[in-house]
């Protein structure tokens, strides 16, 4: 793995293996604001009770900026992930400094510590569940009103594309539930169509021309 400073200064992992960053290296902050806060969080009302679901926690930087932007909304965030970062890589990401609160410092330090397996309330309206574990081995739960999918992309890891897949997930969701992906490949699109999501494409954050947004009608 290699840190590397994306094009708005806040860090991304690079993985040369898989030719793979961890996010956009056009701007990571940047991108999760846009994808996964504005197109997706802010689509709900401000005092809603919401239960989010995250394919992928990585560096915790969308837990982040969830827990910032939650305003007055009750949030129960679920995040998988199947390889843990090791410490000393959490350690120099740069993403308190970048947004440059005391809360941000407390939150990221707040999210890490946190334990997996269990809820840990993060702030008065914001309970945490981090868990260890893939999504193929993951028992299908219910309820979730959002879901975050920040999977690497299809040519690294196709088995987290597939058909079994967004059917678990369109199972997971609440009728109206909104899932929002970074990804805007056309298979994905028609996939999640067949899986019985309503899809849009939306503008894509800097250095990306598109995005998908899929609804559970």
């Known amino acids: 793995m290699e840190l590397v400073v994306s094009d708005d200064g806040s860090h991304t992992i690079r993985i040369p293996s898989l030719k793979e960053h961890y996010h956009s290296h056009k701007g990571a902050i940047q991108e999760c604001a846009h994808v996964f806060i504005k197109m997706g969080l802010e689509q709900f009302p401000e005092d809603a009770s919401l239960r989010i679901f995250e394919m992928g ?3 915790g930087l969308n837990v982040l900026m969830t827990a910032i932007n939650a305003r007055s909304r009750s949030i129960y965030y679920k995040s998988i992930e199947a390889f843990p970062l090791d410490r ?3 350690s120099r ?3 308190p400094a970048q947004i440059g609160t005391s809360e941000a410092i407390r939150l990221f330090g707040d999210i890490h510590d946190a334990n997996w397996q269990l809820d840990v309330k993060l702030i008065e309206n914001f309970v945490l569940h981090k ?4 999504l193929q081995e993951l028992e299908s739960e219910t309820g979730f009103d959002l879901i975050y999918y920040d999977a690497f992309a299809p040519h690294a890891q196709p088995e987290l594309w597939t058909m079994d897949v967004w059917n678990k997930l369109f199972e997971m969701m609440n009728p109206g539930g909104i ?3 970074y990804c805007a490949k056309g298979q994905v699109r028609r996939d999640l169509q067949s899986a019985g999501f309503d899809v ?3 503008p894509g954050p800097p250095g990306k021309r598109e995005m998908l947004r899929a609804q559970k009608a």
């Open 179 to 181: 899932l929002v992906t």
């Open 131 to 134: 868990q260890h574990t893939g």
């Open 57 to 59: 926690f990585g560096t």
């Open 93 to 95: 990401l740069n993403y």
């Open 88 to 90: 000393d890589m959490i």
């Open 200 to 202: 849009e494409r939306l």
